[in-house]
């Protein structure tokens, strides 16, 4: 059955890989299922069509026949729950992936898409220079605790996971503040999730996709 996501026609990073719809490219590419790719521009995603797949008119979308999901992190479990290499198989091991999935998604990233917001759409405010710090160490609270927790372990819990998935791709997003690099094990940690010949495969296909849309770089 044909797997169809979608993603921006011009991705706001320029190809960078930070929006979501890599993760979703990542998994596909781990479990090794062939995908097609559709791309919407932002006025495209507030259409009923796409609102349709969509309630929040955002990317990335996911459809398999009758099945149409959103949400990167419920896509990536679905993903992982149907094939093999991305979630283990002992029930414990299982539902400790899961919850890094979850905590990826609910307690790390919600401080780096702050700091995002707070650059990009509040930057020019008068207080935005005064919060920055507050918001930087918002984000150095949750990196200090997740270094402390993956110490010198090459993943989250064992063997690589659709939890350790979600993290770097998570983590990824806050790379260009430059707070990673002040813990140098989440930085190794990233990069071997992007050494991973999934995530390179994925990375590719969506600058591909930038530099044939002419997306800002
Ligand atoms: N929680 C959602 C967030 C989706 C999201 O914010 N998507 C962004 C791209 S990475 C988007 O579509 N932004 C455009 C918009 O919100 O209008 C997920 O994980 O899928």
Do not use: C
Request: charged fraction near 25%.
């Amino acid at each position: 059955m044909t797997v169809t996501i979608t993603a921006f026609e011009r991705s706001p990073d320029g190809g960078k890989g930070l929006a979501r719809d890599t993760r979703v490219r990542w998994a596909l590419e781990e479990a090794g299922i062939p995908f097609e790719v559709r791309h919407v521009s932002f006025a495209a995603m507030k259409e009923p069509a796409h609102l349709a797949l969509h309630p929040f008119g955002q990317i990335p979308t996911y459809e398999e026949g009758d099945l149409v999901l959103f949400e990167s992190g419920a896509i990536v479990f679905h993903i992982a729950s149907r094939h093999a290499g991305l979630l283990p198989d002992d029930p414990s091991a299982r539902a400790r992936a899961i919850t890094w999935l979850f905590a990826a998604l609910n307690t790390v990233e919600p401080p780096i898409l702050e700091l995002s917001t707070a650059k990009i759409l509040e930057g020019d405010k008068p207080w935005s220079e005064a919060r920055m710090p507050l918001v930087k160490d918002r984000v150095r609270a949750r990196l200090a605790q997740l270094s402390a927790h993956l110490g010198d372990a090459d993943w989250l819990d064992g063997a690589f996971s659709a939890g350790d998935l979600m993290m770097v791709s998570v983590l990824l997003r806050s790379r260009p503040s430059g707070i990673l690099d002040e813990y140098p094990n989440l930085s190794a940690y990233v990069a071997r999730g992007e050494a991973r010949p999934a995530y390179k495969r994925a990375y590719e296909a969506q600058l591909r996709d930038a530099i044939a849309a002419g997306s800002p770089g």
